[in-house]
């Protein structure tokens, strides 16, 4: 059974920076699409990185050049490392294993397995 767990959610300072992680058992990353997905309140489910199994990473535009997406072959995990972090980036943050092991969209629809979740808050 393929299983997610985030870690590493927290609250900073806007300007600040956070390294979320997301452990993948049952399965080994590397032949896997995995992306990290934010959900605020009252507001719907977005994608915001993604990196599948040739290492060919995507972003959505409010967080590129700020948020780099990585994968830790040996830990089997898959980090997301969140600089200039803003106040727009307070949310839910969710890691999920694509169907396919190329990761063609955001769409929440291709995507199956999900972790439970950790939160990161971004405020004064």
């Known amino acids: 059974e393929v299983q997610l767990a985030e870690s590493g959610g927290g609250s900073v300072q806007p300007g600040g920076s956070l390294r979320l992680s997301c452990t993948v058992s049952g399965s080994t990353i590397s032949n896997e699409c995995i992306a990290w997905f934010r959900q605020a309140p009252g507001k719907e489910r977005e994608g915001v990185a993604s990196i599948d199994r040739n290492r060919i990473s995507q972003y959505t535009d409010s967080v590129r050049g700020r948020f780099t997406i990585s994968q830790d072959n040996t830990e089997n995990k898959v980090h997301l490392q969140m600089n200039a972090l803003k106040s727009e980036d307070t949310a839910m943050y969710y890691c999920?294993?694509?169907?396919?092991?190329?990761?063609?969209?955001?769409?929440?629809?291709?995507?199956?397995?999900w972790g439970q979740g950790t939160q990161v808050t971004a405020s004064l």
């Open positions: 999920a294993r694509g169907k396919w092991s190329r990761c063609y969209t955001f769409a929440s629809d291709d995507y199956d397995i």
